[in-house]
Structures are given as C-alpha cells and as structure tokens.
C-alpha cells in the first residue's frame, strides 16, 4: 500500500520551532510534487506549501512566509517543512501529500499521509 509517513510533530511554546519530515512508502516520492497541508479543528485543509520534483516551491499559506521553509532529499527520499516563530494559530494536524504538480488544491494529490499533530501552546 502506498503512503506517506509524516513524523516530527508535537508540542512547542509560541516562539519556537519544529521540523516535520515526509518519508514514502511502497512508492519513490521523487517524481512527484510534495505539500505539506494543514487542518485545524473545525476548520478547512489548507495548503502550506509545495515543492517540486526539481526542487522550486511554492507557498499557499500567506500567513506562514518567512517562518515555514520545505525541503526535499531525493537522496533520502525525504521532504522536510521546517517551521519557526510558531504561533498559536499554527496548531494543527499537518499532511504531506503527492501530485503531479503543485496546487493549494487538496483534491488534486493522490497520495497522503496520516498526518502529524503540531501544537503551540504556552
């Protein structure tokens, strides 16, 4: 079966910072476009941010530019999102995902994890 594994989440103090990472499995992630989503109680899944398989990104999410950075290794086959200064709103279920391009459309990756828990909280 085909999926991601997200892991790297957890709970962290306004301020601080976190790195998440996405490892596939049953698939080799490098061909694909990755994003990570996010999905906060109560709320729509949100598009952070993508990268492609060449490695330029793209942001979705205006409210994280200049805290959140994504990264890939397609030597590790591996995607990071590394996230500083989070604030309190950034607390949600973080996703990674695959497509064959990058969108802020959540419909359009066919592959996802389960998602990683990132709580910020004093």
């Known amino acids: 079966q085909s999926q991601f594994v997200e892991s790297g989440g957890g709970l962290v103090q306004p301020g601080g910072s976190l790195r998440l990472s996405c490892a596939a499995s049953?698939?080799?992630?490098?061909?694909?476009?990755i994003s990570w989503f996010r999905q906060a109680p109560g709320k729509e899944r949100e598009g952070v941010l993508c990268?492609?398989?060449?490695?330029?990104?793209?942001n979705y999410a205006d409210s994280v530019k200049g805290r959140f950075a994504i990264s890939r290794d397609n030597t590790k086959h591996t995607v990071a999102l590394r996230m500083d200064n989070l604030k309190p709103e950034d607390t949600a279920v973080y996703y990674c995902?695959?497509?064959?391009?990058?969108?802020?459309?959540?419909?359009?990756?066919?592959?996802w994890g389960q998602g990683t828990q990132v709580t910020v909280s004093s």
């Open positions: 995902a695959a497509a064959w391009g990058c969108s802020g459309d959540h419909r359009e990756y066919n592959y």
């Open positions: 049953g698939f080799t992630l490098d061909y694909y476009a």
């Open positions: 990268i492609t398989s060449s490695g330029r990104s793209a």
